[in-house]
């Protein structure tokens, strides 16, 4: 079965220091991944995609994410947090799955960022 | 503004009852995706339309139904409302490949009464 894990309910990270908002998947073919935010009372916003290609993916607001096969793991990272950062990230992955393209995503992470 | 839109913001019903949702996608966009948060299951895939045609299916109940107009835009109808149901429910659209980034409306927000 499609899985995503985000470990971590809530990462709290002081203003102008790096963070990082772990994700790993499960999944049995080649999947795509994405990131999105999500501002109170909002919808939610893309950030960022791996499809194929470069692990290193950079996206919008400064954020990046590193794809890890070996480790199955899609890591959103920042080398500078700012105030406004703070939101719900969630993690997704697309993949294969029966016969349908099936999407799945994580219980989401609060990022807390401390001026 | 991402593009997308729903209606109506808001809703709020009685158990039992039966509801229906719209969403109209991008200019462009083909595929629409249907989407349930709450508190307890969590942000859940539930449906994708493509062009008219169904494309993927997620943890969408039997009393739940969807579908794409010609003109692409796709209503989502819930029926048999029961406490449980009461979410935000998203929709999003994509250009055509499941690659692509989707774009997320603002939700409607369904409260069962």
């Known amino acids: 079965a499609q899985s995503v894990a985000q470990p971590e309910d809530q990462v709290n990270v002081a203003e102008g220091n790096p963070l990082t908002v772990k994700c790993t998947y499960s999944?049995?073919?080649?999947?795509?991944l994405f990131w999105y935010v999500q501002y109170p009372n909002r919808g939610l916003q893309f950030l960022l995609k791996y499809i194929t290609g470069d692990n290193l993916v950079k996206g919008s607001y400064g954020f990046e994410a590193e794809f890890n096969k070996s480790q199955t793991s899609f890591h959103l990272k920042k080398p500078s947090a700012l105030v406004s950062d703070s939101a719900l990230y969630f993690c997704a992955v697309r993949a294969l799955s029966g016969g349908y393209q099936k999407v799945t995503f994580g219980t989401g992470t609060k990022l807390q960022v401390i001026p | 503004d991402s593009g997308v839109t729903q209606t109506p913001k808001h809703l709020i019903t009685a158990t039992g009852q039966r509801v229906t949702l719209r969403c109209s996608p991008r200019s462009g966009d083909l595929s629409v995706y249907w989407y349930q948060q709450s508190l307890d299951q969590g942000l859940q895939f539930l449906i994708q339309?493509?062009?008219?045609?169904?494309?993927a299916k997620g943890n969408i109940l039997e009393r739940f139904s969807a579908q794409q107009f010609p003109d692409l835009h796709s209503e989502l109808n819930l029926s048999s409302l029961e406490l449980g149901d009461s979410a935000l429910y998203f929709c999003a659209s994509s250009p055509h490949r499941e690659s692509d980034t989707q774009y997320f409306g603002p939700g409607t927000r369904l409260t069962v009464l």
């Open positions: 999944v049995s073919g080649n999947p795509y």
């Open positions: 339309y493509y062009n008219g045609e169904e494309r």
